[in-house]
């Protein structure tokens, strides 16, 4: 039986990018993922215009709370550890220009751990394809 909407998920600071998300607290082995994303980020905005500038800002608030979930921490407000290592294992993928292994990342987490991800899964998947 149907008993209404399921709580929604913790959100983000809604102020956080992935300029200016703190990410202080991020474990040394998943730091990996933060200095990834955040260079892919940054060359693409580089010489983003007009409809491009505006996807990407919407896929930075996006990438700024997946920053802030990555720092360490207990519950529902942080990344657990497995899909941590994941995220750890695509980056180094992404960084070394495998899109198979990034694809193959990238189902893993949606298909096992989709609730956990589900804020900050598409931006991720959207700015691999860019």
């Given at each position: 039986?149907?008993?209404?909407?399921?709580?929604?998920?913790?959100?983000?600071?809604?102020?956080?990018?992935?300029?200016?998300?703190?990410?202080?607290?991020?474990?040394?082995?998943?730091?990996?993922?933060?200095?990834?994303?955040?260079?892919?980020f940054d060359a693409?905005?580089?010489?983003?215009?007009?409809?491009?500038?505006?996807?990407?800002?919407?896929?930075?608030?996006?990438?700024?709370?997946?920053?802030?979930?990555?720092?360490e921490g207990e519950?529902?407000?942080?990344?657990?550890?497995?899909?941590?290592?994941?995220?750890?294992?695509?980056?180094?993928?992404?960084?070394?220009?495998?899109?198979?292994?990034?694809?193959?990342?990238?189902?893993?987490?949606?298909?096992?751990?989709?609730?956990?991800?589900?804020?900050?899964?598409?931006?991720?998947?959207?700015?691999?394809?860019?």
């Amino acid at each position: 039986a149907w008993v209404g909407p399921s709580p929604e998920w913790p959100k983000p600071p809604l102020d956080a990018t992935v300029s200016n998300a703190d990410t202080s607290g991020v474990r040394p082995q998943h730091r990996v993922v933060v200095e990834t994303i955040a260079n892919r980020f940054d060359a693409l905005a580089a010489g983003a215009t007009g409809m491009r500038k505006k996807e990407l800002d919407g896929i930075s608030t996006k990438i700024g709370g997946m920053f802030v979930f990555l720092n360490e921490g207990e519950g529902e407000t942080h990344i657990s550890p497995p899909v941590c290592d994941q995220l750890a294992r695509l980056s180094e993928a992404w960084a070394a220009g495998d899109a198979n292994a990034v694809n193959a990342h990238l189902l893993y987490i949606s298909t096992r751990h989709w609730e956990e991800c589900a804020y900050w899964f598409p931006a991720l998947k959207r700015l691999t394809k860019l």
